[in-house]
């Protein structure tokens, strides 16, 4: 009997773990990480997952009836397309009876509402959890954060009029454990797993949010105010006893029939059938005489090579930095492959910068270069922090807040009036206060070398500080590798990515997804300086790179918002400035390009319109992110070098005919690959079902804590994307809800062999986590074969026989393909 108490104790920790496996992690909105909401059910076919998720979470896992209807009759589905899909799995119905069954069945959908006491339980659940998580946002402090959350809850609970008793903290459960203990105790221990799943999934958020800050070693409010999932379950369980709601909410258990459904559902029989006609269309468009990278070129040296994120934001600027002249563009993911934590000057804390998948390697800091330059932007920062701490002082002081709005209201007002009436007058003011105060780029650069830091025990941080000459060498010799170069110009130019907007809580979501949701200009830098290392190209000249002695690397960011690609040129020497004023013109005329095709508008007033959305605090839509995306291209350029693929489509640099042994492939199949798939299926999920897996509209929004937002007043912390970043409004979408068609470009027994070594690649292929997977093989004349799952392959040229033999079906009236 004396084993009885730690024994309790593992068994409820066990079922803590297997509940939270369905709950996907959800970061902080301010470093926005882009993750499929349904990862935990990725070990899943597609239609099981989805199914298995509207038990749980009640959200859709298909678009509406409607939704196929436009694709249909606009001629994004393909007539032929479909009939093969349907006649595939024995359906021999039109279509148009089969789209009216959709629509019936989505009339007959249930959508019940949960009990009162259970509703009233997510509601104080959330109030304390906001107050408890919150992150430097509220004016008065919940006490007793740093006992933990639980024992912070028990010492206010006696005191909160939304829950009936109790009179005395003493009343209730000492500890967490012991809460869990007493309300799971009347249930067979099999059952356990199951309640508490329920429970997390009852507020995905918030307890997405926990799981997620409780797997982050380093972050530095867990470590200040600890949570974890047992004390949130036990506050949960303790409310819905004191409010008399069901402790079993899934007592029918709902969730195991979804386990017995092998049967593909109609709806993703369309949903396939737009997919393979998006990939068809793509097909087309791919140049197939490219099977040699390295014959392609006419031998001359480029003007300047660009290596961009292979956002698809990057497809467009590419494209129109291409047509300026002989330029070199390269995608590479955003982070440039170096793996680090990052602390920008004057910034409170460190960032990583890399992919969640990725666990950061070093610590890089800025440093200060230029002591005058650095004084005078201390001065104008410390100047405006100091009055923004006042102002937010007087606002929310009871006292001080009448005679704050008597004395600045006036004021307040008119720069108000002139920000929601004159943002292009702000966008002036803005740029011109800009010019004259220098940037955190110019005055400080990122200490790199190892000896640069005198702290090497680490002290309040586990990284390494700054990369030893080996590590230097591995990550310029990975980036050339991945990318396949043999031959460098003057100018080799990284450039990361960043966002601009105004008064946008999403505005991390527009920044770098490679970066968690960060600006990728640090990555960019530090790749650049590595490369311009004297020692640096000395050894991989040792290694058979070619480097000539007039290449000088150097770093960029790249604009999302305006398109304006800003150079970091400091390090450029006076050799190279007029190839460095050539291409500012170069860029300059690309950016206009870029623009006006993302604006419609003539090229000025394109330029004038990106900078207006960028300061116009009214504006739901300073740009589309990442919305559209559906495919993903791994090979050479000049595979799609002459198409518009209308940024819609990642784009990763890769060479195979100089990856021999495959290591370059399989890092891009192991890395950007996953983290693709992850975009891609936040964006699907949150347009099938925003109120569920995206946030819903920004206008009934607001930002609770400094780590999301709610709707309204109050509710659960929202994981996804807003309306206003998938539809043009409230009736036409502009992101079409498709998974990702991935395109690579490489021998087929690589590829095959690449997947037959990792499993959880093949898993998120072989269940219909990726869309659709083809691989153009150079050594067969680029002859594209599509993975049909456990490591099989179909050529085209079988699915064109097959297809030809299925019966006719009703084709809708020919119309263009356009993005509604």
Same mark, same amino acid.
Request: with cysteine; proline share 6%.
């Given at each position: ?160 009029? =939304?829950? @009936?008793?109790?009179? *005395? %903290? /003493?009343?209730?459960?000492?500890? #967490?454990? $012991? !809460?869990? &203990?007493?309300? +799971? ?58 409010? =008399?709601? @069901?402790?079993?909410? *899934? %007592? /029918?258990?709902?969730?195991?029939? #979804?386990? $017995? !459904?092998? &049967?593909?559902? +109609? ?65 590479? %993911? ?80 008119? %720069? ?405």
């Amino acid at each position: 009997m004396t084993r009885k108490e730690p024994d309790d104790t593992r068994r409820i920790a066990e079922s803590i773990d297997r509940a939270a496996e369905s709950i996907g992690s959800v970061w902080p909105l301010h470093s926005f990480v882009t993750a499929n909401p349904l990862s935990g059910f990725e070990d899943e076919p597609f239609h099981r997952a989805v199914a298995a998720a509207e038990d749980l979470f009640g959200g859709r896992g298909y678009p509406r009836p409607s939704v196929f209807r436009r694709a249909w009759e606009s001629g994004r589905i393909d007539a032929d397309t479909l009939r093969a899909e349907l006649a595939a799995h024995g359906i021999d119905r039109d279509p148009e009876t089969l789209l009216e069954e959709l629509a019936d069945a989505e009339a007959a959908r249930d959508t019940a509402d949960r009990d009162d006491a259970t509703e009233a339980v997510d509601r104080v659940l959330s109030k304390w959890l906001a107050a408890f998580l919150d992150e430097g946002r509220a004016t008065w402090q919940m006490p007793n954060r740093e006992a933990g959350f639980y024992q912070a809850w028990l010492a206010v609970a006696p005191h909160d009029g =939304d829950v @009936p008793g109790p009179a *005395d %903290a /003493d009343d209730l459960p000492e500890t #967490a454990i $012991d !809460a869990l &203990e007493s309300a +799971l105790g009347e249930y067979p221990e099999e059952r356990w797993a199951d309640i508490l799943e329920a429970h997390l999934a009852a507020l995905p958020g918030w307890s997405g949010f926990i799981k997620q800050r409780t797997d982050d070693d380093t972050d530095p409010w867990q470590k200040q105010y600890p949570i974890t999932l047992a004390q949130y379950l036990a506050v949960r369980l303790t409310l819905s006893d004191l409010l =008399d709601a @069901p402790i079993d909410i *899934d %007592a /029918d258990g709902t969730n195991g029939d #979804a386990d $017995d !459904a092998d &049967e593909v559902p +109609l709806p993703e029989i369309w949903l396939t059938a737009w997919e393979k006609s998006y990939r068809e269309r793509l097909l087309a468009g791919i140049d197939d005489s490219v099977t040699d990278p390295a014959d392609t070129g006419n031998g001359d040296r480029p003007s300047a090579q660009l290596v961009f994120c292979i956002d698809t934001r990057s497809e467009v600027i590419r494209r129109h930095i291409e047509a300026q002249g002989p330029y070199e563009t390269h995608g590479y %993911a955003g982070f440039f492959g170096v793996p680090m934590r990052h602390r920008s000057y004057e910034a409170a804390a460190d960032t990583d910068a890399c992919p969640p998948i990725v666990e950061p390697e070093h610590r890089i800091v800025d440093r200060p270069v230029d002591t005058e330059s650095a004084a005078a932007r201390d001065r104008w920062t410390g100047l405006a922090t100091a009055a923004r701490k006042h102002f937010k002082t007087l606002k929310s002081n009871l006292v001080a807040a009448f005679t704050f709005v008597e004395g600045a209201g006036s004021a307040y007002g008119s %720069a108000m009036t002139a920000r929601t009436l004159s943002p292009s007058t702000i966008a002036t003011l803005e740029s011109a206060i800009g010019e004259r105060i220098p940037s955190r780029h110019e005055i400080a650069a990122l200490a790199i070398e190892s000896d640069a830091y005198d702290d090497h025990d680490h002290a309040d941080h586990d990284l390494p500080q700054g990369m030893t000459h080996e590590e230097k060498v591995e990550y310029a010799q990975t980036a050339f590798e991945l990318m396949g170069w043999t031959e460098f110009a003057r100018l080799v130019v990284f450039s990361g990515h960043a966002s601009e907007t105004t008064n946008n809580p999403f505005d991390s979501s527009l920044d770098c997804g490679a970066c968690a949701g960060n600006p990728g200009g640090p990555n960019a830098r530090v790749l650049a300086a590595i490369c311009n290392d004297p020692d640096v190209k000395a050894t991989l000249r040792e290694r058979g790179f070619d480097l000539p002695e007039d290449t000088v690397f150097l770093a960029a960011e790249h604009n999302t918002t305006t398109d304006e690609i800003t150079l970091f040129d400091d390090g450029v020497p006076e050799s190279h400035r007029e190839d460095l004023a050539s291409l500012r013109e170069d860029l300059a005329r690309a950016r206009a390009g870029a623009a006006a095709e993302r604006t419609g508008e003539d090229e000025d007033g394109a330029v004038d319109e990106v900078e207006r959305k960028a300061a116009d605090w009214a504006e739901a839509r300073p740009e589309w992110g990442l919305a559209g995306n559906a495919s993903f291209i791994i090979g050479p350029r000049e595979l799609t070098a002459d198409r518009d693929l209308d940024g819609r489509a990642f784009l990763h640099s890769y060479d195979w005919s100089v990856d021999p042994d495959g290591d370059a492939l399989e890092a891009i199949f192991t890395g950007p690959l996953v983290v693709t798939q992850w975009i891609n299926n936040q964006y699907y999920f949150a347009t099938v079902d925003n109120a569920v897996y995206g946030s819903g509209s920004k206008v009934t929004q607001n930002p609770v804590g400094n780590v999301g937002v709610v709707q309204g007043n109050g509710g659960d912390l929202l994981t996804g994307l807003p309306l206003q970043s998938l539809k043009r409004d409230d009736e036409r979408p502009f992101h079409q809800p498709l998974r990702l068609t991935a395109v690579i470009h490489a021998p087929l027994e690589r590829v095959t062999e690449i997947l037959r070594e990792h499993e959880d690649v093949r898993e998120l292929l072989d269940n219909g986590w990726i869309g659709d997977l083809t691989v153009l093989d150079p050594e067969r004349d680029n002859e594209p074969f599509r993975y049909a799952g456990d490591l099989e392959w179909v050529a085209d040229a079988e699915l064109d026989i097959e297809a030809t033999a299925e019966s006719e079906l009703a084709t809708p009236p020919a119309q263009p393909v356009d993005d509604d």
